[in-house]
């Protein structure tokens, strides 16, 4: 297994992300850790999950997962980069616990991401979309304190433009800040629209690619059929 920093930062992480999104929903507790175990085995250290993950199984369950693989190998958390993300509260039905970025939410996600992961710290802590009202004031002072008091390492981003990875990095900089060291987009043969701008503004800035549904939720490997009955 090849391994790479991770945009301007010195975090090492193996070329290949083993993404969560179906521990829970698809993939029961057992199977997914043994999903987890064999990505170790093969030299997959990188790991991304998300506080919304979980699907049917309820939000959060991909983090729980993870969290009881971690309490049962407890040696492997420090062989691994976890990744997570935040954007969404964890009580929606509440004014300030809604969709979208803001101390209250980020604080309470962070918490629960943490308690739920059995975990000290998140390596790579990701704003799952882009908040158009929040003030930079907020949104880096927020992820400040947490990276200062030690509960998350490094800030990326996930379905940003590329006018925003632009505007967020000038912002952090000014500040004196890393900024985002990562940016997670959906890419692939059927998804190029991150050529044009995304993936440009991601190189330029420093920031590295993290590419979700390769394979277009499995479209490109033939196992999907069109509707007159020919593989696509």
Known sequence: ?????????NLIVSKICLGTMHF?????EATSHAILDRALEMGITFIDTANVYGGSAGWGRSEEIIGTWF???PEVRDQVVLATKQFHGEHPDRP???????????????????RRLQTDRID???THHI????????????YERAIDHGDVLYAGSSNFS????????????????????SEQTQYNLLSRVPEMEV?????????GGMIYMPLAGGLLTGKTASLDGSRT
Do not use: C, K
Not at 131 to 142: A, I, L
């Open 96 to 114: 300030n616990g809604a969709r979208g970025f803001s101390a209250y939410r980020f604080r309470q996600a962070l918490d629960a991401s943490l």
């Open 24 to 28: 829970g929903p698809r993939a029961d």
């Open 71 to 73: 309490a049962r190998r």
């Open 162 to 181: 590329g006018w925003g990875l632009a505007l967020y990095q000038s912002q952090a900089w000014q500040r004196g800040g890393v900024g985002f060291i």
């Open 1 to 9: 297994m090849e391994h790479n920093r991770l945009g301007r930062s």
């Open 124 to 126: 790579l802590y990701q």
């Open 199 to 207: 993936l440009p503004a991601a190189e330029h800035l420093g920031i």
């Open 131 to 142: 908040d158009r009202t929040v003030s930079p004031e907020e949104f880096w002072g927020t």
